[in-house]
Nanobody, 121 residues
Framework: QVQLVESGGGLVQPGGSLRLSCAASGSIFSINFMGWYRQNPGKQREWVARITSSGSTQYTDSVKGRFTISRDNAKNTVYLEMNSLKPEDTAVYYC???????????????WGQGTQVTVSS
């Protein structure tokens, strides 16, 4: 069984910073992509950023230059460093990892439980 546990959310003032973490545990053979999504009530989940196993990164336009995604393969952990936060960044943030539990298995999508980020003065 695989679990993703997120941490690092909270309340921050506009212009502030937060760092989210998402650690995978359990039966893991390898992890392909890692990424972050966010969602507000009544809205669709929105892709924020992703990082491949080789370290290539992509970001949605609204966070480019402010957010940085990184990963620590030894710890099966993905991070999202968020700077210059804006009220419109407020959302529940979910991590997403493509995990193979065995050598013979295709990567499956796993999700974290979500962590609330609130940007407000």
């Amino acid at each position: 069984q695989v679990q993703l546990v997120e941490s690092g959310g909270g309340l921050v003032q506009p212009g502030g910073s937060l760092r989210l973490s998402c650690a995978a545990s359990g039966s893991i053979f390898s992890i392909n992509f890692m990424g972050w999504y966010r969602q507000n009530p009544g809205k669709q989940r929105e892709w924020v950023a992703r990082i491949t196993s080789s370290g290539s990164t992509q970001y949605t336009d609204s966070v480019k230059g402010r957010f940085t995604i990184s990963r620590d393969n030894a710890k099966n952990t993905v991070y999202l460093e968020m700077n210059s936060l804006k009220p419109e960044d407020t959302a529940v943030y979910y991590c997403n990892q493509g995990i193979r539990r065995t050598m013979d298995e295709y990567p499956r999508n796993y999700w974290g439980q979500g962590t609330q980020v609130t940007v407000s003065s």
